[in-house]
């Protein structure tokens, strides 16, 4: 979207310093809080005598309340703008930050990272709103890139930089430093970023609204493929591969934290990596739903090794599970892409609801399975009960590769399925208007 006419250009320097960085502080501060009790598990653990299955809902409460805005969120955005919309918000996250801090009991928690998720629902919508507003459609992608990468830092910030600073403090003090940052971040993007007109439109974007998403055969396709692999990226790194480093593993905290660091770290390659390698494969013809295809492939491969329990290398399935589960972040790219340009905003928040939504119930539910089996006395979960919920994981995503994999190689339909999901969108811009209003 381009900036309103009234609104004087701004200069790419501009941009960055004025726009890019303020949001983008907001989503490095989203990705940290969503990633930190991956670190802090064992002090959560022992300071309220949390089951594995208590664990996981304390920590997926985040996932569940991030799903439940996004479709309030997103109509927001297009109705007040990202700078009044995410004022609020961190504000409210800020609140939850330090209800957490203040927390004594299961539930306070659970109430407590369920506002922190309200809170930071909007954070990526937010930054890539505002930054659309100020830069051309065509550099939006590799802009788009450099904030998942800015998020892999939140993310990776969220391993030893914390547990260094456990050296000082515990973790009720390191919740309330954040909640201080959250409110900083608000406050930054409300003085700092430039005001500027909301265009008006024929009329507001309403729940209803959202259903054309739904109905988009190009939007049915990709998630059908990366949905649930994306689900699973976001509930496991965040927690259970901690957690499975010192239980299966028996790597002491120390180890645990720098193993998650160099997982959470390779983020910032796996987003450049994939618009790179997706632009390099567009070139030669090969859509970017084949790419993301090729990446599940592999993030399945990682998680069967896991499955096996292939104990020379389990550091290093650490790390690939999240460098190799990058890859699902392309079906934004994907759907925005594939997609009328009006859709495009909403085509995110549905997105959004239903990927946040699949992590919370992996990262939950991960944790039920955990824990129908007994700890040992130092706490630690036998070995199986990892390898069978992976194991279930794993047999969820299957079936969408093998849809795309009969859907393209073997039906071979009169077009390439690049060219296939263009046509998809022609076709759906035309039924638009020819559908009654």
Known sequence: MDADQNTPRLSGVAVFFYVFLPFALGH????????????????????????????????SAFFFAFALVQLPVGIALDRYGPRKVQLVLMLLAAGGAWMF?????????????AIIGCGLGGCFMSAVKAISTWIAPKRLPSVQGYLIAVGGLGAASSTMPVRSLLQYTDWRGLFMLLAFLTVFSGLLIWLVTPRNRIAASARAP????????????????????????????FGIQGLWI?????????????????????????????????????????????????????????????????????????QTLSVLFTLVGTITGIEYAIVAQSLPRELTGRAATCLNLLIFVGAFLVQAGFGQIVGLWQVDGAGHAPAIAYRIAFGVLLALQLPGLLRHCHRTFLERRPVECGIALLNEKEDYEIGSLRSPR
């Open 28 to 59: 490095y501060l989203s990705s940290l809080l969503r990633n930190v009790n991956a670190v802090l598990a064992p002090q959560l653990v022992g300071a309220l005598a949390l089951t594995p299955g208590q664990l996981g809902l304390l920590t």
């Open 101 to 113: 801090a203040t927390g004594h009991s299961f539930t306070q928690l659970v109430l407590a990272r």
């Open 206 to 233: 309403t729940v209803r609204s959202v259903l054309d998403v739904y109905r988009a055969p190009a939007f049915r396709t990709t998630i059908s493929l990366v949905l649930i692999p994306h689900a699973v990226f």
């Open 242 to 314: 901690g957690r499975w480093l010192s239980d299966v593993a028996r790597f002491p905290d120390s180890a645990v934290a720098y193993l998650l660091y160099l997982g959470m770290a390779s983020v910032i390659f796996g987003a450049i990596a994939v618009g790179m390698i997706t632009e390099w494969a567009g070139r030669r013809g090969i859509a970017a739903i084949d790419v993301a295809a090729v990446g599940v492939a592999l993030f399945l491969l990682v998680q069967l090794a896991i499955v096996c329990n292939y104990r020379p290398s389990l």
